[in-house]
């Protein structure tokens, strides 16, 4: 028996600083300067756009409007590097913290 595989047809476009990336049919990708930033998904119809957190930015009727306020909602975007800044430390300890906890099991389950 053989299996066929098709992979979808990966398309890339830049529009401005943005490049867009149709991963698959009704599902694109946007990055700006390598990082990615957002994505629109067409769901009965419409377009629906959520950023680079997942968060829903809105329904839209047509992709260039879709694209349009994603752009949109990332220039208006007001983040704070000094209020992101103490997540990432607390990230970090707690997986080093983890990490240990994990280690210290692996070497006293044999005597447990």
């Not at 053989?2 to 946007?30: H, K, L, Q, Y």
């Not at 990055?31 to 756009?49: F, K, M, Q």
Request: proline share 5%.
């Amino acid at each position: 028996m053989t299996i066929a595989m098709t992979s979808p047809e990966v398309t890339t476009r830049t529009v401005g600083r943005m490049t867009w990336t149709t991963v698959d049919r009704g599902f694109s990708v946007a990055s700006r300067d390598g990082e990615y930033v957002g994505c629109i998904d067409e769901v009965a119809g419409a377009y629906v756009v959520r950023d680079s957190r997942n968060t829903p930015v809105g329904r839209y009727p047509t992709i260039d409007d879709a694209r349009h306020a994603l752009r949109d909602a990332l220039e208006t975007a007001q983040i704070d590097p000094e209020r992101e800044e103490p997540w990432r430390r607390v990230a970090a300890v707690t997986a080093v913290v983890a990490g240990g906890a994990l280690l210290t099991a692996g070497v006293l389950a044999p005597w447990l």
